[in-house]
């Protein structure tokens, strides 16, 4: 705990970033709700909603900690999870401001119990890409809850993730992680290289390692979401008033 600290101290201004950029999401999907999916979200009891979004952090707080790299596709410090798919079924049970509460709170959970090795860029990046795939998925979903157009919002969701994930990456968040980690930006390059020689800059990284990286991610936990939402959401909307 005081290692993070030390950490937050450091990077106090990245910090102030992920907080306004958070603040952003939260704001953009209490917005969706009030306006294109209003009337048309379950409604749980405070309590109820609390905790259940308590229990699905929780889930996705510990899926984080069990990342694993995708060879020959992106750099090593790139590593994939599933912690997205508690996300998303809450997301999708409850709407896009719950799904990015449950966002948020992982990433805490994430923190407190592993700390962060990648100067909380990484963490910030896992917030900030998952919310471009949760967001929009859950406010196309709530818009008409079948099973086909679950499959359309989670596609949707994995292009906008693919599209902002990998802008994000060229403009702000690979040069920031070599600030802020101490590695110069031509060996993160190189390290792309090695797996693409097509990789030469920033912008042409996020083109051939975060894109493909992000899809495969996106395919994947939407396949198991899709596989076990319906038992999931159930159990959720056994306890609406």
């Known amino acids: 705990m005081n290692k993070l600290f030390e950490e937050l101290q450091k990077n106090i201004s990245f910090v102030l970033v992920c907080i306004a950029a958070a603040a952003i999401i939260i704001g953009l999907a209490v917005l969706a709700e009030r306006t294109l999916l209003k009337g048309r979200l379950v409604r749980l009891g405070a309590t109820r909603r609390?905790?259940?979004?308590?229990?699905?952090a929780a889930a996705a707080g510990l899926l984080m900690l069990f990342e694993f790299p995708i060879p020959f596709i992106a750099p090593s410090f790139y590593e994939a999870d599933l912690s997205e798919i508690p996300v998303l079924i809450g997301a999708f049970s409850l709407g896009p401001t719950a799904g990015v509460v449950i966002e948020l709170v992982k990433i805490f959970i994430k923190l407190v119990i592993k700390g962060t090795s990648t100067a909380f860029v990484g963490d910030f990046a896992n917030f900030f890409i998952g919310c471009t795939m949760v967001v929009p998925a859950s406010v196309i979903y709530h818009l008409k809850k079948t099973r086909g157009m679950a499959a359309v919002s989670l596609l949707t969701g994995t292009l906008c993730m693919t599209v902002f994930g990998s802008a994000f990456n060229a403009i702000y968040l690979i040069p920031k992680f070599s600030e802020l980690f101490g590695l110069p930006l031509e060996a993160?390059?190189?390290?792309?290289a090695e797996i693409n020689p097509h990789i030469t800059s920033a912008a042409s990284m996020a083109v051939w390692a975060v894109a493909p990286f992000n899809i495969i991610k996106g395919l994947g936990v939407s396949i198991i979401t899709m596989i076990i939402y319906k038992p999931l959401s159930g159990l959720i909307r056994r306890g609406v008033n």
């Open 50 to 56: 609390t905790t259940t979004c308590a229990m699905l």
């Open 188 to 192: 993160i390059i190189s390290m792309g």
